[in-house]
């Protein structure tokens, strides 16, 4: 699973990794993945309601050396 698009978002806080991961989906075709890297302790959750709401699937979400990272399919 390679992404289309992959985003850093370190060092940004609520609300702005969900808005700019919203912005880079907009850019994607269906079915595509994003990769996004964030530092902001709220993005698991964050991204994970994000996700039931728009209809887009969370693929993965993990932690690594003190950054979440998520891999999104855009519906």
């Known amino acids: 699973m390679t992404p289309a698009l992959a985003i850093d978002l370190s ?3 609520c609300p702005l990794p969900i808005l700019r991961t919203k912005k880079a989906l ?3 075709a269906s079915d595509e993945l994003l990769a996004v890297t964030c530092t902001d302790p709220a993005t698991p959750t ?3 309601a994000f ?3 728009t ?3 969370l693929v993965e979400s993990t932690t690594q050396d003190g950054k ?3 891999l999104i399919k855009k519906r």
């Open 11 to 13: 060092g940004l806080n």
């Open 26 to 28: 907009a850019n994607l």
């Open 46 to 48: 964050d991204f994970a």
């Open 51 to 53: 996700c039931r709401q």
């Open 55 to 57: 209809g887009n699937e």
């Open 68 to 70: 979440f990272h998520f």
